[in-house]
């Protein structure tokens, strides 16, 4: 195994760093000398990562260093730019939720899905912060964010609170609110508890209905799963299906970023949340009360919510626009971002809020 050069450590440390460290301190990562087997297993010692999985993002790191630059812009720009993310925290009740709060203007809140964390949003805080204030909070047992202690189920309901009084810590009383999969039907959850004060919707990868009996078993028996086994069978199995096999293949930096998120995330948290959402209330009589503007955008390859169910949100939703993303799975945002970010921000540009600095991006 040759030694890998200066430049690749740098590189190196500072992606797995951002990918990783969920609760350990940052000097754990640098104990590393400069062969890249021994950096795998340093690694493998001190964040508890399978040794293959750390030697295939090391090799493709070092790699991809020699690699041109005619990659489709924006594809991995949340991995890279993710190092700058500024996250914070704020005491909720009992438990503290953590959260990116960036940019100045109209309030714009992202909620993430299942099993994710903020840094999925990171290409669309990028972009919007320059006009929008961007927040991004983690949701209860995941990411930083705590949960109590011996409690093994989130209700919705939580949720939707937690982030409306962590909204009220940071004075925002009116948003635009937007979620991915999961993520969006806490948004349902936030409008059913406080229409008054939503602005605008996005709704990405998501639907509104009741689960089938199948799938509400199956998420039961997810949780005890992860509880008992851990995250990381888990992550590889549903991977490609969050992301097409073909995105997949073609930028390695973004199957890591979703695998990391996926593998790190508190299996405590992701099992309370999927027996929470398992016995969440039904979403459909609420769309017919939503007034406000709505973007519907899926990926053209989802398989866990398809382009006909965004369709059906589509048609009951007044005031709504559906947009679908081409060559995206489940998650469009980090897939395509530079397409997503572009019919979000058209989207938003249109609605009767001012944002700042809009002269200088272009929806084009």
């Known amino acids: ?18 990918s990783c460290d969920r609760e350990r301190s940052g000097s754990d990562l640098f104990m590393f000398n400069r062969e890249a087997d021994s950096l795998s297993v340093t690694l493998t010692a001190n964040l ?27 594809v991995t720009a949340g991995i890279k730019d993710g190092l700058k993310m500024k996250t914070e925290s704020r005491s909720i009740g009992e438990i503290e939720i953590s ?39 983690e949701l209860r047992g995941y990411g ?16 939707g609170s937690d982030i409306l009084s962590l909204l009220d810590t940071l004075n925002v009383e009116t948003f635009i609110l937007g979620g991915l999969s999961m993520g ?28 089938s009996e199948d799938v509400r078993q199956l998420r039961f028996v997810t949780a005890d799963r992860i509880e008992k086994e851990g995250m990381n069978a888990y992550a590889e199995e549903i991977l490609l299906k969050m992301i097409t096999p073909e995105n997949a293949k073609t930028f390695p930096q973004l199957a890591a970023h979703v695998s990391n998120m996926m593998r790190t995330t508190s299996p405590t948290g992701a099992a309370a949340a999927l027996r929470g959402r398992a016995k969440r209330v039904d979403y459909l009589p609420l769309l017919d009360l ?15 919510t398809p382009v006909s169910v965004a369709q059906q949100l589509h048609e009951r939703i007044r005031h709504s626009s559906l947009r679908i993303i081409e060559d995206a799975a489940h998650l469009p945002n980090l897939e395509r971002s530079e397409q997503f970010n572009r019919v979000v921000l058209a989207f938003l540009r249109a609605l009767d809020v001012e944002p700042l600095a809009q002269s200088a991006w272009h929806a084009s």
Do not use: C
């Not at 508890?48 to 924006?74: F, H, M």
């Not at 202690?149 to 949720?159: A, H, S």
């Not at 969006?184 to 689960?211: H, N, P, W």
């Open 1 to 18: 195994m040759r030694s890998v050069n200066a430049m690749s450590d740098r590189f190196l440390i500072g992606f797995l760093a951002l």
């Open 48 to 74: 508890g990562l399978d040794p293959r999985s750390v030697y295939i993002i090391v090799a493709w790191k070092e790699s991809n260093l020699q690699r041109s630059s005619n990659e489709t812009p924006g």
């Open 99 to 137: 959260y990116v709060d960036a940019g100045k203007g109209p309030a714009v809140v992202l909620i993430h899905g299942h099993p994710f964390d903020a840094t999925m949003w990171n290409p669309q805080v990028e972009l919007l912060s320059k006009s929008y204030r961007v927040i991004v909070p």
């Open 144 to 159: 930083r964010s705590t949960m109590p202690p011996n409690i093994n189920e989130t209700r919705f309901d939580l949720f």
């Open 184 to 211: 969006g039907q806490v948004v349902f959850e936030i409008f059913r508890q406080a229409k008054q004060r939503v602005q605008a919707l996005i709704l990405a990868d998501t639907f509104a209905g009741l689960d």
């Open 290 to 304: 939503i007034s406000v503007p709505t973007l519907v955008v899926v990926g053209r390859q989802d398989s866990y």
